[in-house]
């Protein structure tokens, strides 16, 4: 049966993410021409552990700002280290300075939900940060801060190589695509984080302070998710022409080796 407006706005904004709705097509927001990449390729920092375990011992002992005398521990990532969707948010606030890992405060709650709406599970996906320590008072990110710890996150991506990166809020889209623009003018367009395609959107805490973002978050969520279900058609559909190919070319020797027999 036909949803009414209203029952699909009920699922869109209130109370949140607890749904998903069915799939409805993008505005002409989320339609905006894909923007090419400026820079090149994802490559691992020589001057880095080559592995993600090694990096996060590294990591755990970093001295390189401030924080490290504010923080309880550092937050290193949550998630799967194969995953196909990376998620970056600012910074651990308090409640992931304590447990040592990230998004488990209520903007993390809000997130479990906002991947359940698009059929992913937090297990599914690797989820960091731009900054591995807890500014005080959770204050934005200053500048050097944001440069001293992106090696960390630079060289996190070059090891999960996701196939799609989401941005969550103004910090981690900024640091990433090395901006100064708004939310507003990133969301609704798809970049390119060195090679690897890039979505932001608004982080879990904006939307509990402002519901009213929801609408426009969840048209990301979708966005994301059609994203990676167009990404994994694509590479099954080249993983069945490989083996096509790799039968072909085998076919040829069989038979002589058949006939020589
Ligand atoms: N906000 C973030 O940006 N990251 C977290 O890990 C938690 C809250």
Redesign the pocket.
Known sequence: MAQSADAASEVLTLPGFERAAPPEPLPAAATRPFVPPTVQAVTLHAHLPQDLPTLRDLIRDCRLCTLCKTRTQT?FADGKPTARLLLV?????RD?DLQGL??V?R??QLLNKMLAAINLAREDVYIC?VLKCRPPDNRTPMPDEVERCSPYLEQQIALVKPVLIGA??LSAAQALLKTKASMASMRGRRFEYRGIPLIATY?P?ALLRNPGLKRDAWVDLQAIRDFLRDAGAREAGAAADGAAEGQAAAAPADSAARSAS
């Open positions: 937050v948010g600012e910074a651990p606030g992931e990230p998004f405060g903007a993390g940060n969550l809020g982080h805490a």
